[in-house]
């Protein structure tokens, strides 16, 4: 069953009469599902989305992400402990303007895939939204009118929020689009994740269902005389 094209592939199978459905839910969630916290396919199309440590592989833009919103955080905690925190840093306007300043960069990324580059600016990003929300909340007085201004800023922030990621998935390149190794999930770049699901088909159906393990190696390994399959194109 060689597969050419380049898209992500929506699969429907005619089920033989006696397969078990319970197996082959697990079966095909697993197939699709991406690791837990990678949240992308982690085969090398993907490295620039990925940072990996030995056989674990982390989204970069989460890790990153995260990474900025607690060093910020833990710095802002250290700073008040010890009464140094920078006058700048005591103002609305000292902490939105350093705050929207760092979320800039967030606009730039989709078209700078350089993985240094994403790295600092997804960093900067959460930096950015512990500033915004440090200004908002500590700096503006909650009196009626300190409150109107929260308000204000949770609804520009909202809004914010939604049209960057529209903005990002309007223009960041999808890898899969121009990847030469197949068709995902079944492309040759993912076969370490098809491997391990094929071992634990075995170690699962291995004894209760030897037909379904059958249809599991067919279906990874393109065996056409164990399975009949039909491939849907999802743009």
């Known amino acids: 069953m060689p597969v050419t094209d ?25 197939l699709g599902r991406y690791p837990r916290l990678a949240h992308h396919p982690v085969c090398e ?36 402990l010890n009464l140094r925190l920078p006058a700048f840093l005591q103002t609305t306007w000292g902490n939105w303007a350093v705050g929207v300043l760092l979320y800039t960069p967030a606009l730039i ?21 512990v500033l915004l929300w440090h200004g908002t909340i500590f700096t503006i007085p909650w009196d009626f009118l300190g409150l109107a201004t929260k308000l204000g800023f949770i609804l520009i922030f909202c809004w914010t929020f939604r049209l960057s990621l529209r903005f990002r998935e309007r223009h960041t390149h999808n890898p899969l689009t121009d990847c030469s190794r197949g068709c995902y999930p079944l492309c040759d770049g993912n076969r370490q994740h098809l491997e391990r699901l094929l071992s634990d088909v075995r170690q699962r159906c291995g004894e209760s269902d030897p037909e379904f393990v059958r249809f599991a190696e067919g279906f990874i390994n393109g065996d056409a005389s164990n399975v009949e399959v039909e491939h849907v194109i999802l743009d």
């Not at 005619?14 to 397969?19: G, I, L, T, V």
């Open 6 to 30: 380049n898209r992500v592939i929506g699969l429907t199978t005619m089920w033989p009469p006696f397969r078990n459905e319970t197996d082959s839910d697990w079966f095909f969630r697993r």
């Open 45 to 80: 199309c993907f490295d620039n989305h990925l940072i990996r440590f030995g056989n674990w592989a982390f989204c970069l833009g989460c890790l990153c992400l995260g990474s900025g919103i607690v060093s910020a955080a833990a710095t802002l905690v250290i700073l008040y």
């Open 109 to 129: 990324q989709p078209f700078c895939q350089a993985k240094l580059t994403k790295i600092i600016f997804r960093t900067a990003l959460g930096v950015s939204i």
